[in-house]
Nanobody, 124 residues
Framework: QVQLVESGGGLVQAGGSLRLSCAAS????????MGWFRQAPGKEREFVAT????????YYRDSVKGRFTISRDNAKNTVYLQMNSLKPEDTAVYYC?????????????????WGQGTQVTVSS
């Protein structure tokens, strides 16, 4: 069982930055791939970024490449999402998730544990 708690969301102007954190409970954090997803009002939850259990591979949706960076600290059981050059279209609730390694990383079904989400609002 893994419990996830996100933090770091807030209101920021376009062009600004935020750093999201996701703290995980449990001793098996390092064995999970960790992902960030987001959901805007009236839209489906969508993939943002994933980092493999070893930290050796990362993946991003095209619209955030070059602006967002996912990282993890297995010693602290924490995964991060550094978001720079934020745009109004990045506004959403952001969720972190833990999944079994080797799954199709960009689908919600690959992740078994989810946090409660943190709101990110980017004003124009």
């Amino acid at each position: 069982q893994v419990q996830l708690v996100e933090s770091g969301g807030g209101l920021v102007q376009a062009g600004g930055s935020l750093r999201l954190s996701c703290a995980a409970s449990g001793r098996t954090f390092s064995s999970y791939d960790m992902g960030w997803f987001r959901q805007a009002p009236g839209k489906e939850r969508e993939f943002v970024a994933t980092i493999r259990w070893s930290g050796g591979s990362t993946y991003y949706r095209d619209s955030v490449k070059g602006r967002f960076t996912i990282s993890r600290d297995n010693a602290k059981n924490t995964v991060y999402l550094q978001m720079n050059s934020l745009k109004p279209e990045d506004t959403a609730v952001y969720y972190c998730a833990a999944g079994v390694p080797g799954s199709i990383y960009y689908t919600t079904s690959a992740y078994h544990y989810w946090g409660q989400g943190t709101q990110v609002t980017v004003s124009s």
